[in-house]
């Protein structure tokens, strides 16, 4: 998804010099490439995410539209003050681009690991959340905060995603979009582990269980009828590379409170604990019970009940 | 009215408003008169009563949002807010917290608080206006005690790598912070040195001459370094019990301590029984 964030931000940058690429040591070979072509639109604040984060609301402040863009971890957890005071208080034109969401960076630990950042983002007044799963779906991220006049952040993983879409991107703002059709479930997914989900979902497929599944790209503002309409199945699922306390498991669950319904939701995620163990990015996702044999084990010994 | 009555009226209002509503930073607040008279009454700072959003307009970042209440009376004092306005502070309905918060108070450019945030945001500002070619300066007004927040030094890097010599930080040295004297908190000799061993331009001012902080303020800095004014400064200037005592960090003065009050700042009894009457 990384390669897919520098395309599209260097369209973005090449149609409006207002753009801005605000990174921390944070950048790759391609990024000094942009600088020498833009020098005016690149900057490198060096080692200093929370002085990036508050220079973006004053640059904001001046019509630019900077793209801080870091480690996920270090941009939602060491910047949150910043994040909370001088971009969403302030209302300031800021997208916040975190890069290794989840569980991404996945042989350096938990300090780098980004499973709690929904839970402490969403609750920011004036913030859109958004989280595509797929290399085109960032892209159409990208370009719907540019659009926004207002702070965005967006989460993405870096572990060469897979592309999940065909062709175009039914990408649009508060909207979940249905992947994959079913009447057995619902499986509600955000995030590149949406590849694992539809792994799983195939093997249940061939037991005929058949599991419709719904990609939440837009974290918040959060498409609450999608929710509604979809309690009409029998049993929901959510799955996310993130705690389960205060992810979209969490947003779903108070939308089936807020609405009055009575449907069975499981949560699947890291359960109130930080990740164990080092390894790929596939490894990890096993160690910790998020591959797709364990979410199809998981989905399995709940329909069984 | 010569300057010393114009100032003893601009502590006398700061005390009154905040005794209102018997909440105030009122020595912060002391502290910073002469640098903002400077700035505003003296407009050494280009800014537009008429249009507070002027693109011409300088601009000016309280980082020290505690100092607020000078702030506020200074923006009085020049137009960009009513003396109506000013008496609701901190009262429900007000647009006038403790700390300054942006949109709603015309003259106010950031929302501060918390600190260790005003630099950052004015070194954005400052890197935004080099780019765009622009003339204005970016004033931010930071309390010494707050250059203890590490992101300050961040901001000080990052202004000195980029020099942004359109930034000019004013550091009111009052020594004192909310537990006692910053040299005691945190043993720093010298900012000077400090400052400049981070690339800064460094002028020494005495915080309380207006007319030394007008000669700095006109200064052109020729340097392509930012500038850092270090204003040396009496935490609680103006009532002889408040100065220098960090025990008035956040407090105010009670039956026997309000005549001392009354006395230096030269406030009626008439004055103290209204101000507690304003709505």
């Known amino acids: 998804m990384q390669r897919s964030y520098i395309n599209a931000l260097y369209k973005l940058m090449k149609e409006d010099k207002n753009v801005i690429s605000c990174l921390s040591d944070s950048g790759t070979d391609y990024d000094e490439m942009i600088k020498r072509e833009m020098p005016n639109q690149v900057i490198n604040f060096g080692i200093s995410e929370n002085n990036k984060v508050a220079a973006a609301s004053g640059l904001a402040k001046c019509g630019k539209i900077p793209f801080v863009y870091t480690t996920n971890a270090f941009l939602a957890y060491r910047s949150y003050e910043f994040i909370r005071d001088d971009v969403c208080l302030q209302n300031q034109n800021v997208k916040l681009i975190g890069m290794g969401a989840g569980l991404s960076w996945s042989t350096l630990g938990s300090t780098h690991h980004t499973t709690e950042d929904i839970a402490v983002l969403k609750v920011l007044p004036n913030l859109t959340l958004l989280s595509p799963c797929s290399p085109k779906e960032l892209e159409s991220a990208l370009k719907c905060a540019y659009e926004i006049k207002g702070p965005v952040y967006i989460r993405m993983g870096m572990s060469g995603e897979k592309e999940i879409y065909d062709s175009d991107v039914p990408f649009v703002l508060g909207k979940n979009n249905t992947v994959k059709e079913g009447t057995d479930g619902v499986i509600f997914v955000t995030g590149s582990i949406i590849a694992k989900v539809l792994e799983a979902c195939d093997k249940l497929t061939s037991e005929e269980i058949n599991l419709k599944v719904v990609n939440i790209s837009t974290i918040k503002p959060f498409d609450v009828n999608s929710v509604v309409e979809n309690s009409v199945l029998p049993i929901m699922f959510s799955v996310e590379e993130h705690s389960i306390v205060g992810g979209i498991g969490s947003s779903i669950a108070d939308a089936l409170v807020d609405n009055n319904i009575n449907t069975k939701l499981v949560r699947i995620g890291l359960n109130d604990t930080f990740a164990k163990g080092y390894g790929t990015h596939d490894e990890i996702l096993k160690m910790n019970g998020l591959d797709s044999e364990s979410i199809y084990n998981k989905i399995k010994k709940e329909l069984l009940k | ?279």
């Open chain 2, 1 to 279: 009215m010569n300057i010393e009555e114009k100032l003893l009226n601009i502590r006398k209002e700061i005390f009154l408003t905040g005794y209102s509503v018997s909440v105030a930073h009122l020595a912060s607040a002391f502290s910073i008169v002469e640098i903002l008279y400077s700035l505003y009454i003296n407009k050494n700072m280009k800014y537009n009563v008429e249009d507070a959003n002027d693109e011409n307009r300088d601009i000016f970042i309280l980082s020290k949002g505690h100092g607020s209440l000078a702030l506020y009376t200074i923006l009085k004092e020049v137009g960009f807010i009513d003396k109506k306005t000013l008496s609701s502070f901190c009262k429900p309905g007000s647009v006038l917290g403790g700390e300054p918060c942006i949109p709603y108070i015309n003259g106010v450019e950031a929302t501060t608080g918390s600190l260790g945030h005003g630099l950052s945001i004015a070194t954005g500002v400052s890197l935004a206006k080099k780019m765009d070619n622009r003339n204005e300066k970016v004033y931010v007004l930071l309390g010494d005690g707050e250059l203890e927040e590490g992101t300050i030094w961040e901001a000080i890097m990052f202004a000195a790598h980029n020099k942004l010599n359109n930034l000019i930080a004013i550091v009111d040295c009052n020594k004192i912070q909310k537990m006692g004297s910053v040299k005691d908190i945190m043993s720093i000799n010298s900012w000077k040195t400090r400052f400049e061993a981070f690339g800064w331009k460094v002028v020494e001012v005495n915080g309380h001459d207006v007319e030394e902080l007008d000669k700095v303020f006109k200064e052109e800095n020729k340097e392509d370094k930012p500038l850092v004014i270090l204003a040396n400064t009496i935490k609680g200037k103006g009532v002889s019990i408040v100065e220098n005592d960090p025990r008035w960090h956040w407090r105010l003065p009670n039956k026997k301590e309000l005549k001392v009050f009354m006395n230096e700042l030269n406030i009626s009894e008439e004055e103290i029984q209204k101000c507690k009457e304003v709505i």
